[in-house]
């Protein structure tokens, strides 16, 4: 169903992944309504890109996290653009720190925006797609999720939830013509792996067979292909772009 009337969101649209994500849906022809919750200027700078090239894009604000926030995100979306019929839950936060050194408010900080995000995001667009009995949706979880990683119990667990939900809801929304996905990226170029210190950053490559960092286009062009109709068939799966960081 891609064409300038389908609208895609993307949360966390202005940055990194999202950033990427965003321009590469609009290439695909998707009216892109881009989400931020503080980047205002970043979203902006995404919309101007695929404004320039005749794609409709308009930025939103939101902090996703929050109930209410999403019920208005999505009033202003379908009275500005339409109804979201595709969906990419990539909002998301850090908060490192080892367990025993881990306080409440950053366990509590990762799982809201991370975790409880993408239930409120998506059970808010399934009203549209179920009534149009189509939807992409797409959650970016991490490798993380599949594999741990010290000081950051709280994101696993986050991205974890995320996988266990796409199943579920994968389960629940199949025979209705919505499909929903989750993308596990590995030790991606971002704003959020810029300030590792460089011996950690070393250390990740060393288990990476592919030897270098991947770029948030390498995300983007499998979302790409999740939420395009060459993809109608792939349903509750995760799928990692990690340069062969994870292969069991």
């Not at 989750?182 to 792996?193: C, N, Q, R, S």
């Amino acid at each position: 169903m891609t064409g300038s009337s389908t609208v895609a969101l993307v949360t966390g649209g202005g940055r990194g992944i999202g950033k990427a994500v965003s321009l590469e849906l609009g290439k695909m022809g998707y009216s892109v309504a881009v989400n931020y919750n503080r980047s205002r200027e970043s979203a902006e700078e995404v919309a101007k890109l695929l404004q320039k090239e005749g794609i409709s894009a308009e930025v939103f604000q939101a902090d996703v996290s929050k109930a209410e926030e999403v019920e208005r995100l999505f009033c202003e979306i379908e009275e500005r653009m339409g109804t979201v019929l595709v969906l990419v839950n990539n909002a998301g936060i850090t908060r490192d720190n080892i367990l025993m050194r881990m306080k409440d408010d950053e366990w509590d900080d990762v799982i809201s925006a991370d975790l409880n995000s993408v239930f409120l995001v998506t059970r808010r667009a399934i009203r549209g797609m179920a009534k149009s009995r189509w939807g992409r949706i797409v959650n970016i979880s991490s490798v993380i999720a599949l594999v741990g990683n010290q000081g950051q119990a709280n994101y696993a667990a986050a991205k974890a939830g995320v996988i266990g939900f796409t199943k579920s809801v994968a389960r629940e929304m199949g025979s209705r013509n919505i499909t929903v996905n989750a993308v596990a990226p590995g030790f991606i170029e971002t704003d959020m792996t810029a300030i590792l210190p460089e011996k950690y950053r070393e250390a990740m490559l060393g288990q990476i067979p592919a030897g270098r960092m991947g770029k948030p286009e390498d995300i983007a062009g499998v979302v790409a292909f999740l939420v395009s109709d060459k993809a109608s068939y792939i349903n509750g799966q995760v799928i990692a772009v990690d340069g062969g960081m994870t292969m069991s």
